[in-house]
Nanobody, 116 residues
Framework: QVQLVESGGGLVQPGGSLRLSCAASGLRFSSFPVNWYRQAPGKERELVAAISRTGYNTNYADSVKGRFTISRDNVKNQVHLQMTSLKPEDTAVYYC?????????WGQGTQVTVSS
């Protein structure tokens, strides 16, 4: 059974940092590019960051460039999203997504709230 389990969310003040993790099991993790999405209340789910199978290539939404860093560890089957200089508009549920061809898997999400 494939599982993606996110962790690391929470409440943080503006300007603060959080590190999200996504732990994968039940799949050949190194074969999957991985994405982080987020969804704020009343808004569409949006792609925040993406990382290639090897971790060599990464992409970011314009809104998080320079503040967020995605990385992966194919030995531990984990992907991380380091978030710095957090803003209230970063508040959302963050989801881990692994997709390759017709195979696509989602985690349950972790809440990130940026508020003073």
């Amino acid at each position: 059974q494939v599982q993606l389990v996110e962790s690391g969310g929470g409440l943080v003040q503006p300007g603060g940092s959080l590190r999200l993790s996504c732990a994968a099991s039940g799949l050949r993790f190194s074969s999957f590019p991985v994405n982080w999405y987020r969804q704020a209340p009343g808004k569409e789910r949006e792609l925040v960051a993406a990382i290639s199978r090897t971790g060599y290539n990464t992409n970011y939404a314009d809104s998080v460039k320079g503040r967020f860093t995605i990385s992966r560890d194919n030995v531990k089957n984990q992907v991380h999203l380091q978030m710095t200089s957090l803003k209230p508009e970063d508040t959302a549920v963050y989801y881990c997504n692994a997709q390759s061809g017709s195979y696509e898997y989602w985690g349950q999400g972790t809440q990130v709230t940026v508020s003073s």
